[in-house]
């Protein structure tokens, strides 16, 4: 049963001293076609512009997700009538009535600094605007923030008009592992391109050619490319094929199994994992738990070929494996869904784990961003539940340098 407390319909707060402005973009890239549309087009992007404010009480609050009526009623239109509440199971009322900390299209802070940037993407089939927890912190920090809806590998995508976006392509049942591994590069490539199209355009936004309170104010010399699971994996490609990208976040973005990823020269690579939970969950038998807690997590095959697989892209970077309980795949953004209630998920657990993520993310592109010191050395001082394994400039996993707290 999920505690009352949890259905608060408020993020938790951000822990910088900046307001935060919020602005939206639709863009379309004239030079890529949409390989999904049933006519030609161009690749249209819905871009959400987080910035660090001033002026917020002149200004309206942004909804949580400016198009969710449209989304709800094109979600039971198509997909039954109670496709969102069970799609969120005990978070769906808070889904309907949160309030985030983004106010809409106030002045950007100050007068002449200039602020570093993040393009952030989302998983597959999840909102960008779900992870606002951890896009309003970074920009309370003094981030601007492009949170990104690449079209058909998110949820539903709203372009104006009402017209929308469904994930499509997704279904793996009848790929061969070489054909799974192959479409899923080919989405982690279009979704890199994304990124680097979002930097154009934020150099347009940087020079005025697009209106916004932002002109003059983006740092495009300190740019990094974050993201959850898909866009986690996105981010790691955006590295290695755009030098504009300085570092990279992996948030649980697996790497297929026989799928090439082209190397990451030079870029620090943030990767956080869910680790083991100490505690017994509610889906697993006293039998199953007890041969669980006397295994060694980062000797399992699975992680074991992960770290292998980091060891022949990255340059030197670090993997982040945390351990807190019930951390899982589904810790990222902002509510706890069904599938992360079947991992032991509690209210203040669920907070736990997004304020350890908020921090360890916080902290890598602070040093790799603002400071340009070593990003894996102030990470290693991070006070919690992680287990670090850095990646040598070798190339190998220095496994036996793992530091766990």
């Not at 930097?199 to 003059?216: F, N, T, Y």
């Not at 697993?284 to 292998?308: V, Y």
Request: with cysteine.
């Amino acid at each position: 049963m999920i505690a009352a407390a949890f259905l608060a319909a408020a993020l938790l707060a951000p822990t910088g001293r900046y307001p935060i402005g919020r602005v939206s973009f639709t863009w379309s890239d004239p030079h890529r076609s949409e390989v999904y549309a049933k006519t030609p087009e161009p690749r249209t992007l819905r871009v959400h512009l987080f910035y660090p404010a001033r002026d917020v009480a002149k200004a309206k609050q942004a909804p949580y997700v400016p198009d969710f009526d449209t989304i709800r009623k094109y979600a039971e239109e198509h997909f039954g009538k109670g496709y969102l509440r069970e799609d969120f199971g005990s978070s769906y009322e808070a889904l309907v009535t949160m309030i985030g900390d983004a106010y809409d299209a106030p002045k950007a802070a100050g007068s002449r600094e200039k602020f570093p940037v993040v393009v952030f993407s989302h998983g597959g089939g999840i909102q960008v605007l779900y992870y606002s927890t951890l896009i309003e912190d970074l920009t309370s920090h003094g981030y601007v923030v492009a949170a990104v809806e690449h079209p058909y590998d998110m949820d539903m995508v709203v372009l104006p008009g009402g017209r929308v976006i469904e994930q499509e392509g997704w279904d793996d049942s009848k790929r061969t592992p070489a054909e799974r591994a192959a479409f899923h590069r080919q989405r982690h490539e279009v979704n890199a391109r994304d990124n680097s199209f979002v930097l154009d355009q934020l150099a347009r936004v940087d020079s005025g050619s697009i209106a916004s309170p932002l002109k003059g104010r983006l740092d495009l010399r300190r740019v990094a490319a974050a993201g959850h699971s898909l866009g986690g994996m996105s981010s790691v490609f955006s590295c290695a094929l755009d030098p504009r990208f300085a570092a990279c976040v992996n948030l649980d973005g697996g790497l297929d199994k026989g799928e090439l990823y082209p190397p990451v020269t030079r870029q620090p690579i943030l990767g956080i994992f869910g680790g083991p939970s100490p505690i017994q969950l509610p889906i697993e038998s006293d039998e199953l738990f007890a041969k669980r807690k006397t295994r060694n997590f980062l000797e399992g095959a699975g992680h074991k070929d992960l770290i292998a697989q980091y060891a022949q892209v990255a340059s030197p970077g670090a993997l982040v494996y945390i351990t807190s309980p019930g951390f899982s795949h589904f810790s990222y953004y902002d509510l706890v869904r069904p599938e992360a209630e079947q991992w032991g998920a509690t209210p203040e657990r669920h907070q736990r784990n997004l304020t350890l993520i908020r921090k360890t993310v916080l902290t890598f592109l602070d040093a790799a961003l603002k400071r340009r010191v070593d990003p894996i050395a102030a990470v290693r001082k991070i006070d919690g539940p992680l287990t670090i394994i850095p990646i040598g400039s070798s190339g190998s996993a220095a496994a036996t340098d793992a530091q766990r707290r």
